[in-house]
């Protein structure tokens, strides 16, 4: 079993959705959790991160941490042709354990 | 630009020669990582640096790979007698210790074809 799993999609959705995505993983010694974006042949960019349990939001995401049910969940709203991308969530303190990472594409 | 670098971002080799790649990290960064991603898979954890020490190193790094840090700041990785299973793109990435620990941020990545 992988120490995290993330549905690698694709999802593609019309303009102005809103993307759900999420992953869930099997160390609950796991305290700080991670959203990246990755277009494509390029580098993942850290979009946010969380410690512990809770929500974060900045702007159009938002971030979501259930340590009872290992469960994390980034959500886009209103979301833009520009989000097309391949959505990373990554687990860890300092050595990161990444999802596959969830392919998505907003439909103008 | 004050982000983290690669060089080259490309590289084509045989197999059985030997590739050095290259990192600079965002300059107060005295952590250091490299990380390996193949075709739809999320990266993979090789070894990280604090400063100029190595203080981990994955069980995918096998001895054919070698990584330094020699006066914390940039970093080489070197993939000796490569095999075309070495094909993928090889990150970097730095953070700050404390608070910062989580924050990495990434490199554009060197992509090894092996043919």
């Known amino acids: 079993q992988k120490e995290v799993e993330q549905d690698p999609g694709p999802l593609s959705v019309p303009e102005g959705a809103i993307v759900s995505l999420n992953c869930t993983y099997s160390?609950?010694?796991?305290?700080?959790f991670m959203w990246y974006r990755q277009y494509s042949r390029k580098g993942p960019e850290l979009l946010m991160y969380?410690?512990?349990?809770g929500n974060k939001e900045d702007g159009r995401f938002t971030a979501q941490v259930d340590k009872s049910s290992k469960y994390i969940s980034l959500f886009i709203r209103d979301s833009q042709p520009s989000d097309s991308a391949t959505y990373l969530c990554?687990?860890?303190?300092?050595?990161?354990?990444f999802g596959a990472g969830t392919t998505v594409t907003v439909r103008a | 630009d004050t982000g983290v670098s690669q060089n080259p971002r490309h590289k084509i080799t045989k197999r059985g020669q030997n590739v050095t790649f290259r990192c600079d990290p965002i300059s107060e960064h005295n952590r250091l990582y490299w990380y390996r991603q193949t075709l739809g898979q999320g990266p993979e954890f090789l070894t990280y640096f604090q400063n100029e020490a190595q203080l981990e190193k994955s069980r995918l790094l096998s001895d054919r790979f070698s990584a330094e840090r020699p006066k914390g700041s940039f970093s080489t990785l070197e993939i000796q007698r490569t095999e075309q299973g070495d094909s993928a793109m090889y990150l970097c990435?730095?953070?700050?210790?404390?608070?910062?620990?989580?924050?990495?941020?990434f490199g554009p990545g060197t992509r090894l074809t092996v043919t």
């Open positions: 160390n609950s010694a796991f305290q700080y």
């Open positions: 990554a687990i860890g303190d300092y050595k990161l354990s």
């Open positions: 969380t410690y512990s349990s």
């Open positions: 990435a730095s953070s700050l210790t404390g608070t910062g620990v989580a924050e990495q941020y």
